[in-house]
C-alpha cells in the first residue's frame, strides 16, 4: 500500500511564486526516485522533474533555470519551488513514485495573467 499527497497549489500571478509538497507513505521513500509531472486541460501528461535517490535531478526545458525539486528523506517528502511562473505553467501537479509506480491526487496550479 502506497500513498502520495500533494499540497501547496493555489492561484498567483505571472512572476509569483509556490512550493508545492508531497507527502508519501507506504514506501521506502530514501530509496525511490520521485518526479513531479504536469497535465493542463486537454493535453498529455507531462514531466516537469525528476529527484534520485542521492538527489540529483533533472528538469524539462520548459522549467529549467525556475523550478528545483528537492528532497528530505527523514520526512518523506519532496518539493517543488516554482519562481517566475508563467500562465503556461497552469495545469494539475501530481508526485509520482518511480519504484512502485503511484501517483497522489495531484495539487492545482492556476498562474493569471
Known amino acids: 500500500q502506497v500513498h502520495l499527497v500533494e499540497s501547496g497549489g493555489g492561484l498567483v500571478q505571472a512572476g509569483g511564486s509556490l512550493r508545492l509538497s508531497c507527502a508519501a507513505s507506504?514506501?521506502?521513500?530514501?530509496?525511490?526516485?520521485m518526479g513531479w509531472y504536469r497535465q493542463a486541460p486537454g493535453k498529455q501528461r507531462e514531466l516537469v522533474a525528476i529527484i534520485s535517490r542521492s538527489s540529483s535531478t533533472e528538469y524539462a526545458d520548459s522549467v529549467k533555470g525556475r523550478f528545483t525539486i528537492s528532497r528530505d528523506n527523514a520526512k518523506n517528502m519532496v518539493y517543488l519551488q516554482m519562481n517566475s511562473l508563467k500562465p503556461e505553467d497552469t495545469a494539475v501537479y501530481y508526485c509520482?513514485?518511480?519504484?512502485?509506480?503511484?501517483w497522489g491526487q495531484g495539487t492545482q496550479v492556476t498562474v493569471s495573467s
Open positions: 507506504g514506501i521506502i521513500f530514501s530509496i525511490n526516485a
Open positions: 509520482h513514485d518511480y519504484v512502485a509506480g503511484s
